[in-house]
C-alpha cells in the first residue's frame, strides 16, 4: 500500500481548525503544496504590493513562495485502523452512486460470490470487516473520500 500523506496548513484565517487536509501519495501533496503556495504568494504581491506577479524577477518570487510553503506541513497518516470513522466511511460510501460504489469494492476485491443479490446495506458489515482482515480499510477510505 503506497503511503498516504496529510497536508497541514495554518494561516490567520484558519487558528482555531488549524488545517486544510486532503490525502494524497507524496509526490501529488508536494504538488498540491508548490501549487498553494504560488497561488498565496500571487495573492499577497497583488493585494498588499499592487503589483503584478509576472513584474517581479525570479529571486522575489522564491522568496514569497518559500514563505508561503512553511505554512504547509506534510505528515504519513500513520493512524491505526480502528482509528477511521466507520460511520463516517459509511455514510461516504452510501453518498456514492451504486457504480461507483460496486467500482471500489471490485477493485479492492471485497465483494465475494455470495453478495450477488443482496444490497450493500445489507452487507457493509461483512465488507468493513473483509477490508479489515484484507488490510485494506485505508484503501476504502481513501477510494470513498475521493472516488
Same mark, same amino acid.
Given at each position: 500500500m503506497d503511503k498516504i500523506y496529510v497536508i497541514y496548513y495554518i494561516d490567520e484565517m484558519h487558528i482555531k481548525d488549524g488545517l486544510r487536509t486532503c490525502y494524497l501519495n507524496q509526490g501529488s501533496a508536494k504538488r498540491v503544496v508548490s501549487s498553494e503556495a504560488r497561488k498565496l504568494a500571487e495573492n499577497e504581491i497583488y493585494y498588499r504590493s499592487n503589483k503584478n506577479w509576472k513584474e517581479l524577477i525570479k529571486e522575489e518570487k522564491k522568496v514569497f513562495i518559500d514563505k508561503y510553503k !512553511?505554512? %504547509?506541513? #506534510?505528515?504519513?497518516?500513520?493512524? $491505526?485502523?480502528?482509528? +477511521?470513522?466507520?460511520?463516517? =466511511?459509511?455514510? !461516504?460510501? %452510501?453518498? #456514492?452512486?451504486?457504480?461507483?460504489? $460496486?467500482?471500489?469494492? +471490485?477493485?479492492?476485491?471485497? =465483494?465475494?460470490?455470495?453478495?450477488?443479490?443482496?444490497?450493500?446495506?445489507?452487507?457493509?458489515?461483512?465488507?468493513?470487516?473483509?477490508?479489515k482482515k484484507q488490510n485494506k480499510l485505508y484503501d476504502l477510505w481513501s477510494k470513498v473520500s475521493n472516488p
Amino acid at each position: 500500500m503506497d503511503k498516504i500523506y496529510v497536508i497541514y496548513y495554518i494561516d490567520e484565517m484558519h487558528i482555531k481548525d488549524g488545517l486544510r487536509t486532503c490525502y494524497l501519495n507524496q509526490g501529488s501533496a508536494k504538488r498540491v503544496v508548490s501549487s498553494e503556495a504560488r497561488k498565496l504568494a500571487e495573492n499577497e504581491i497583488y493585494y498588499r504590493s499592487n503589483k503584478n506577479w509576472k513584474e517581479l524577477i525570479k529571486e522575489e518570487k522564491k522568496v514569497f513562495i518559500d514563505k508561503y510553503k !512553511k505554512r %504547509f506541513e #506534510l505528515r504519513i497518516f500513520t493512524e $491505526t485502523i480502528d482509528s +477511521i470513522n466507520q460511520r463516517e =466511511l459509511i455514510y !461516504k460510501f %452510501f453518498d #456514492l452512486s451504486f457504480i461507483q460504489q $460496486t467500482k471500489i469494492l +471490485i477493485d479492492l476485491n471485497l =465483494l465475494e460470490n455470495n453478495d450477488k443479490q443482496k444490497r450493500y446495506g445489507d452487507i457493509i458489515e461483512k465488507i468493513l470487516n473483509r477490508a479489515k482482515k484484507q488490510n485494506k480499510l485505508y484503501d476504502l477510505w481513501s477510494k470513498v473520500s475521493n472516488p
